[in-house]
């Protein structure tokens, strides 16, 4: 058997294993509440931290325009979400969740919540401090801002 030139990834592949295996448990919590799990997170992000623009929706979530709009257009087609001018910008609306999307909003957040109190149950203080090292390293090495909310609005 010939040898690969591909020499192991130790940071990638684990990072892109992990993201994949939360991806599909989420799947499996999202399917009983009727949702997808973008858009359970999407409402979810809404939930707890109030209303936003659609540009600034994109950015925090990386979608592209048209992308994004179908996904809010399915979640207002099922009463879950409301878009309202921007009282502050004419030329832009709001998105926020109705009651029934705030539920199941809050819902989401709690099944995110719970896997995440799993994986911190699994883990030292240090170990902690070690994969916030690893995520810094990445932003660093990418070169790539992610808005956190707090950022997206000001």
Do not use: W
Not at 117 to 145: C, H, K, M, N, Y
């Amino acid at each position: 058997m010939p040898e690969t030139p591909c020499k192991p990834l130790h940071v990638i592949s684990p990072l892109h294993k992990a993201l994949r295996q939360i991806s599909l448990y989420l799947e499996e919590y999202s399917r009983p509440l009727g949702l997808q799990p973008l858009e359970g997170h999407l409402l979810a992000f809404l939930a707890c931290y109030g209303s936003f623009t659609v540009g600034q929706l994109g950015r925090v979530f990386g979608l592209k325009g048209s992308s994004l709009t179908g996904l809010l257009d399915r979640l207002e087609g099922k009463d879950l979400l409301k878009r309202t001018r921007n009282p502050e910008d004419r030329r832009s609306y709001l998105i926020e969740t109705t009651a029934k999307g705030r539920a199941l909003g809050l819902e989401a957040r709690k099944r995110v919540q719970e896997l995440e109190s799993e994986i911190l149950s699994r883990i030292t203080p240090a170990d902690r401090e070690g994969f916030g090292r690893v995520v810094a390293a990445v932003a660093q090495a990418t070169g790539v801002q992610v808005h956190s909310p707090a950022s997206t609005k000001e």
